[in-house]
């Protein structure tokens, strides 16, 4: 996506939080975050061998406890700077493995690119790698068909998706903000869809999982109020987990410029935590979607 967004193959994208945050920070990008798309972070399951050293631990334990057995691991990647690459130093960082004991830097695991979801899957079971990081729902059906065993979950403190825009559409900043609004429109409608049914067969179909795993899916998604709204104190979580991971280079490592993430014509910043912005944007999304409502019934 953000080599994508670099060649103008794209004018916007809606993109993994974490992997927009590495490109930016690391060097000046073709592109700037505008909105929130998601504003509830990703749960992010770790998938082992059914038959494998990890199989004895009961599916989905709690960590920190249930990630120990993984130190100094092979874990399967879909690519370096992805998700899958970027979330097990989260999960590393929580239990202190980025550093030695005399403070230097530490590499907690041995990484295995193996391309996407089919290889990763492949790599498991053929002992290629010995577990690897998926979001939870799209990786549940190889787990219900006991292909591969469900470790645990981790997520991560910042919102799943972001949008950004490439500078040349950037130079359209009123269109962007009606988009913006638009998506905004639709995300209400779409989880007023969950209540009435409508939203369920949809992804269910589109996803084909069962309408059960939707609506447990459905049960942890939270869209923002307003799409246009980023929150610098989840960049700059973000951005703390990115220098410790590694992920953000020698180059990228200093004092973040906001205006080097953000396009702040098109964004409106905002200065809560991820917890605070939940919990305000609830309530706002609960408000925008009654008001949606009476005016449809008006």
């Known amino acids: 996506m953000v080599k994508m967004l670099n060649e103008d193959s794209l004018d916007v994208a809606i993109a993994l939080t974490e992997g927009l945050v590495a490109a930016l920070s690391n060097s000046d990008q073709n592109f700037r975050i505008i909105g929130t798309?998601?504003?509830?972070?990703?749960?992010?399951?770790?998938?082992?061998?059914?038959?494998?050293p990890h199989a004895s631990t009961p599916s989905e334990s709690p960590g920190?406890?249930?990630w120990k057995a993984?130190?100094?691991q092979r874990i399967g990647i879909s690519r370096f700077g992805s998700g899958s690459h970027i979330i097990p130093f989260v999960l590393a960082d929580e239990l202190g493995w980025l550093e030695t004991e005399d403070g230097e830097p530490a590499e907690p695991f041995e990484f295995v690119p193996l391309k996407n979801i089919t290889g990763l899957v492949e790599g498991v079971r053929n002992g290629t790698c010995d577990a690897f990081l998926w979001e939870r729902i799209m990786t549940k059906p190889h787990y219900d068909s006991k292909e591969l065993h469900h470790l645990s979950n981790i997520t991560p403190p910042w919102p799943a998706f972001m949008i950004a825009a490439t500078k040349k559409a950037l130079a359209h900043g009123k269109a962007l903000q009606t988009m913006l609004k638009v998506i905004t429109t639709m995300s209400i409608s779409f989880m007023d869809g969950r209540d009435t049914g409508a939203s369920i067969p949809y992804v269910a179909e589109r996803f084909k999982l069962p309408e059960e795993?939707?609506?447990?899916?459905?049960?942890?998604?939270?869209?923002?109020?307003?799409s246009q709204e980023v929150s610098v104190q989840v960049l700059d979580e973000c951005v703390t987990v990115l220098k410790k991971a590694g992920v953000i280079t020698e180059k990228g490592d200093q004092e973040m410029e906001l205006s080097s993430l953000v396009d702040e014509r098109v964004a409106q910043v905002v200065e809560e935590t991820l917890e605070q912005r939940m919990a305000e944007q609830h309530r706002r999304f609960m408000e925008s979607a009654e008001s949606s409502r009476t005016s449809l019934n008006a």
Not at 213 to 226: E, I, L, N
């Open 37 to 52: 798309y998601v504003s509830s972070p990703l749960t992010w399951s770790i998938a082992t061998s059914p038959t494998g």
């Open 64 to 66: 920190p406890e249930a």
């Open 70 to 72: 993984l130190k100094g």
């Open 213 to 226: 795993d939707v609506k447990a899916w459905f049960s942890t998604v939270a869209y923002p109020a307003d």
